[in-house]
């Protein structure tokens, strides 16, 4: 079993920021590729940023500039730094992950997702 735990969100004027984590625990032997998406009711989810194992990273166009994804892969945890925020980032936050079971097997999980409402 593996589980995703998320935090880190919350509500923040426009302009300002905030920081997600989400900490992996349980049977994991490694960790690969960790993402951010976020979701807004009646729409599909969103790739955010990801981030491999060595610390390459991507970004979604409309974030970039404003949003920094980090790791600690002593702690299995993948942070989302936001700043500057804007109301179009309101949405639910989830982390999603790929965990290795063991030498053979790998498969995604997903956090709980976080509520990030960007609001005056």
């Known amino acids: 079993q593996v589980q995703l735990v998320e935090s880190g969100g919350g509500l923040v004027q426009p302009g300002g920021s905030l920081r997600l984590s989400c900490t992996a625990s349980?049977?994991?032997?490694?960790?690969?590729?960790m993402r951010w998406y976020r979701q807004v009711p009646g729409d599909q989810r969103e790739l955010v940023a990801f981030?491999?194992?060595?610390?390459?990273?991507n970004y979604a166009d409309s974030v970039k500039g404003r949003f920094t994804i980090s790791r600690d892969n002593n702690k299995s945890t993948v942070y989302l730094q936001m700043n500057s925020l804007r109301p179009e980032d309101t949405a639910v936050y989830y982390c999603?992950?790929?965990?290795?079971?063991?030498?053979?097997?790998?498969?995604?999980?997903w956090g709980q997702g976080t509520q990030v409402t960007v609001s005056s």
């Open positions: 999603n992950v790929n965990v290795r079971l063991d030498w053979y097997r790998a498969d995604d999980y």
């Open positions: 349980g049977s994991i032997f490694g960790i690969n590729i």
């Open positions: 981030i491999t194992h060595s610390g390459s990273s």
